[in-house]
């Protein structure tokens, strides 16, 4: 696990003078304006604003019937005594954190990033996290420290799952339509797997240094030869 995969815990501290900021995971392409997802509107008291598994176009398209995966049970251990006094239903609709929009004043008033490192620490001590289908321990916290509190942005905004299996599902009029594609999952479009890595390759500006290059079948036959 690397450090920077907590950084959107520490929105306001790396960017102190900021009164609102859009977090993205690196393995995104965003298509559409970025501005538009800036001006999402978040209701008062609300400190971010999620895209949520059960009624992203993501899942509308690709999986029916998922289950657990996109409820809080999927991330949660529920037989422990502290998740049930929380009081939070199992079934509960869980969210993506990896494109977010965050109110970083309503942030550092509720003082989240305090509440985060506070589950952060009870999961090291108690194992609150689920281990069955989840597999993520950023998910988690944020699932409970905004658990009924948070807004949502367009699900546009976050059509995911291009990472696993299941984006092979989408056309190619859906991934053009999206407004921002995240290759969330085991497969990353800088690999050889992913769905829909020409659509990445178009962005895709080579390292000057030479240490990082894109892995395509294409380039190992040609080595081959």
């Given amino acids: 696990m690397k450090p920077l995969t907590f ?19 690196d393995d995104v392409i965003v298509q559409g304006d970025i501005l538009a ?9 609300h400190a971010a604003a999620f895209s949520e ?3 992203s176009a993501s899942t509308k398209v690709v999986i029916r019937g998922a289950g657990n995966q996109y409820n809080y049970i999927g991330y949660l251990d529920y037989k422990k005594e502290r998740i049930r006094k929380l009081s939070m239903k199992a079934s509960t609709c869980s ?5 977010f929009v965050a109110n970083l004043t309503e942030w550092k008033r509720q003082n989240i990033t305090n509440q985060l490192e506070k589950w952060m620490k009870l999961n090291v001590e108690e194992g609150l996290y689920s281990r069955t289908l989840a597999g993520s321990i950023t998910t988690p916290p944020l699932l409970i420290v905004f658990y009924q509190q948070h807004s949502t942005i367009d699900p546009m905004w976050n ?6 299996s299941a984006g092979k599902r989408y056309s190619p009029q859906f991934v053009k339509a999206a407004k921002l594609l995240h290759w969330n999952g085991h497969f990353k479009p800088w690999g050889r797997t992913a769905s829909y890595t020409d659509v990445w390759e178009k962005w895709y500006i080579p390292d000057p240094t030479g240490k990082f290059n894109l892995i395509r079948r294409y380039t190992e036959i040609s080595n081959i030869k």
């Fill in 37 to 45: 997802l800036y001006n999402t509107p978040l209701k008062p008291g």
């Fill in 53 to 55: 598994d059960c009624d």
């Fill in 159 to 164: 059509v995911r799952h291009l990472g696993s």
């Fill in 95 to 99: 969210f993506n954190p990896g494109v």
């Fill in 7 to 25: 950084a959107r815990f520490y929105l306001p501290i790396l960017i102190p003078s900021a009164k609102k900021a859009i977090y993205m995971d």
